[in-house]
């Protein structure tokens, strides 16, 4: 059986707090079920962001996507979770990764470490906030019984621990360019997508209740000229052609109509639900959130 869609916005800029308000309400005028943030350096701090998203809003989930887990101490995350879900009125969605960009461990101070090494500390991050907030005996306590646990990430060993612990698995549709240190990210295509979501699938036959799939949208452009939306992005991307990147699952182009059609075959043939979509896009992805409403 397919999940309804949910549809985030991924809110990264600072801003002063009116405007900061004014962006979550908007967010909530046009739909969007869940207001996420980021966690990189130069962007807001995820939590008290929230938290002030909470405030001016009713009916949105808030989640944080994703948090690097090496900028964390397990216990003094769990704190910040309870914390941040008892004053958010149990609206809180934990988004939890390995983080990629290792110049800004460098600028934090902080060891970035092997791609094993991060998804080993992840995993303890997880299986510790799963014994911290799962006990009565831990204070402060979250609202939710459960705070739910998106975690992001395409490898084997990333999706080995989705499968095991998450309630939302996250799909970037991108992956880091071989030696980047800034976090530089190239598309992947979509059979390797495809490919992904069935790796991921296998790892999970055995769970109780399915994950939920959420993919991160890079693009969204309402036009009737297609290939022009995208030739600047192809531009930029070697070895790729118009056709290819109209293809791309994380590019959402077209009329209103065909973006809905688009998101709608992309549920069909991955099983993604739950999209989220960045900022800039907000305003435009809109009439595709209204058409799709309760589908």
């Known amino acids: ?10 809110l990264a800029v600072p801003a ?7 962006k ?6 046009l739909g969007y079920d869940v207001i996420h943030v980021p966690d990189h350096l130069g962007m807001v701090a ?4 929230l938290v002030a998203a909470a405030a001016v809003t009713e009916r949105p989930r808030l989640g944080t996507f994703v948090l690097n887990a090496g900028f964390w101490n397990p216990a003094l995350l769990a704190r910040e979770v309870a914390t941040t879900d008892a004053l958010t009125g149990g609206r809180l969605e934990l988004g939890l990764g390995t983080g990629y960009v290792q ?9 970035f470490g092997s791609p094993r090494e991060r998804v080993d500390h992840l995993r303890r991050t997880v299986e510790e906030l799963d014994r911290l907030l799962g006990s009565d005996d831990h204070r402060p306590q979250p ?3 459960r705070v739910p646990l998106m975690i992001g990430g395409n490898g084997s060993r990333m999706m080995r621990l989705t499968a095991e612990h998450a309630d939302i698995a996250a799909f970037t549709g991108a992956r880091l360019v071989p030696g980047s240190t800034t976090g530089r990210l190239v598309p992947v295509a979509p059979a390797e997508l495809e490919g992904n979501v069935a790796r991921y699938r296998r790892l ?13 949208i890079q693009l969204v452009v309402v036009t009737d000229d297609r290939a022009a939306a995208v030739r600047p992005l192809v531009e930029r991307v070697p070895d790729t052609t118009v056709e290819q990147a109209l293809r791309l699952p994380v590019l959402l182009v077209g ?6 059609a688009q998101v709608q075959a992309q549920r069909e043939r991955y099983g993604f639900s739950y999209l989220t979509v960045l900022k800039p896009y907000m305003e435009e992805f809109a009439p595709v959130v209204a058409a799709l409403r309760g589908r």
């Open 1 to 10: 059986m397919q999940r309804p869609f949910r549809f985030g916005v991924s």
């Open 16 to 22: 002063p707090a009116e405007e900061w308000r004014a």
């Open 24 to 29: 979550c309400r908007r967010a909530e005028e």
């Open 46 to 49: 995820p939590f008290p962001a």
């Open 103 to 111: 110049a800004e461990h460098d600028a934090a101070g902080l060891p």
């Open 143 to 145: 609202v939710q019984k």
């Open 204 to 216: 999970a036959e055995g769970r109780e209740e399915p994950a939920e799939l959420n993919l991160l």
């Open 255 to 260: 009329t209103v109509d065909e973006i809905v």
